[in-house]
């Protein structure tokens, strides 16, 4: 069976060559092709090699889409019989990708399969990588001011994290849009990934509409990758990081929670963001350089209030 790839870039020079190598080295040509979408990298040069390539598609976009956006461009060019979504970061150490085939193809149920993250040590990834859906306690425990306390994360590891075997398949809540692997017929063709995220959540989101339509999420944890992690978003500043992580925070809230729920989000939110801003405050009579971390924290919470349910 052949599987179609879809790669995000974003000013991913230095490690989009090791992702596509290793996809070569492992994956025989027949069996994949390699669809790369760039979000409008500061300079496109790096992606120069793969664009006369036979294996590979590079799509270049005049502008940021957002990985939901850029992902569902992706999957627009590609007719494998199976769909990888696949971050820049991760290094095939072997093919995983007949053992994830192998695993759709004995559980009728599964729509979507991920292998095991590992760092480039090789230790297993899975604390903050296969959460169970959010609810307002685990938000409260992982995303908030609380979660600076080691005996708060200790908690919010037990309540909140799946906890997977480093063999097997197990059903998890959701797995993580780093490595996504999923049937071509999980969703109407344009549909894949909601496009309301801009980045975050998208993935959370998808697994989530794949449990509602009847369908399950799991790790085959026989498989897996190295996963570098978070190489585009170290070159974001935080102020934005934060701003962005909490609009898809309130997007996945609006439309997922129902009323009472919402409000709970919400409350805990406009809370945390509140004393967040209080902290900021202090801080930046001291320390003019976290004036900015006091805007855009201030941004934050005017969303939070303002933004309407759904």
């Known amino acids: 069976m052949r599987t179609s790839i879809v790669i995000i870039t974003w000013n991913s020079a230095g490690v989009l060559p090791d992702c596509v190598s290793s996809i070569r080295a492992h994956v025989p040509p027949a069996e994949r092709d390699i669809v790369i979408v760039d979000n409008a990298s500061r300079d496109t040069g790096y992606?120069?090699?793969?664009?006369?390539?036979?294996?590979?598609?590079?799509?270049?976009?005049?502008?940021?889409l957002g990985y939901a956006r850029a992902v569902n461009r992706g999957l627009e060019k590609a007719s494998g019989e199976h769909f990888l979504i696949l971050n820049p970061d991760i290094v095939f150490r072997g093919n995983p990708l007949p053992g994830l085939a192998a695993a759709l193809e004995r559980d009728p149920r599964l729509g979507a399969?991920?292998?095991?993250?590992?760092?480039?040590?090789?230790?297993?990834?899975?604390?903050?990588?296969?959460?169970?859906f959010?609810?307002?306690?685990h938000y409260l425990l992982n995303d908030t001011i609380l979660s600076r306390w080691s005996g708060i994360a200790r908690l919010a590891g037990r309540l909140s994290h799946a906890r997977v075997r480093e063999t097997g398949v197990q059903?998890?809540?959701?797995?993580?849009?780093?490595?996504?692997?999923?049937?071509?017929?999980?969703?109407?063709?344009?549909?894949?990934?909601?496009?309301?995220?801009?980045l975050w959540?998208?993935?959370?989101?998808?697994?989530?509409?794949?449990?509602?339509?009847?369908r399950r999420v799991a790790v085959a944890a026989d498989e897996?990758?190295?996963?570098?992690?978070?190489?585009?978003?170290?070159?974001?500043?935080?102020?934005?990081?934060?701003r962005v992580f909490m609009e898809s925070y309130l997007t996945y809230v609006n439309l997922n929670a129902g009323g009472t729920v919402r409000w709970m989000f919400r409350a805990i939110m406009a809370l945390d963001s509140?004393?967040?801003?209080?902290?900021?405050?202090?801080?930046?009579?001291?320390?003019?350089?976290?004036?900015?971390?006091?805007?855009?924290?201030?941004?934050?919470?005017?969303?939070?209030?303002?933004?309407?349910g759904r």
């Open 47 to 64: 992606l120069d090699a793969y664009r006369e390539a036979p294996d590979v598609r590079v799509i270049l976009s005049p502008e940021n």
């Open 113 to 132: 399969v991920g292998p095991l993250l590992r760092d480039a040590s090789g230790a297993p990834q899975v604390a903050g990588y296969y959460r169970k």
């Open 134 to 137: 959010p609810t307002p306690l």
């Open 171 to 198: 059903y998890v809540d959701q797995i993580p849009g780093a490595f996504l692997f999923f049937r071509n017929d999980a969703f109407e063709p344009g549909a894949w990934m909601n496009e309301a995220y801009f």
């Open 201 to 214: 959540m998208e993935d959370v989101d998808f697994c989530r509409r794949l449990w509602k339509a009847g």
């Open 224 to 242: 897996s990758v190295t996963h570098l992690g978070g190489t585009s978003f170290r070159q974001r500043e935080d102020a934005w990081k934060r």
């Open 274 to 308: 509140a004393g967040r801003l209080l902290l900021h405050a202090l801080r930046g009579f001291r320390d003019p350089a976290r004036r900015p971390a006091l805007a855009g924290e201030f941004g934050v919470l005017k969303r939070i209030l303002g933004r309407s």
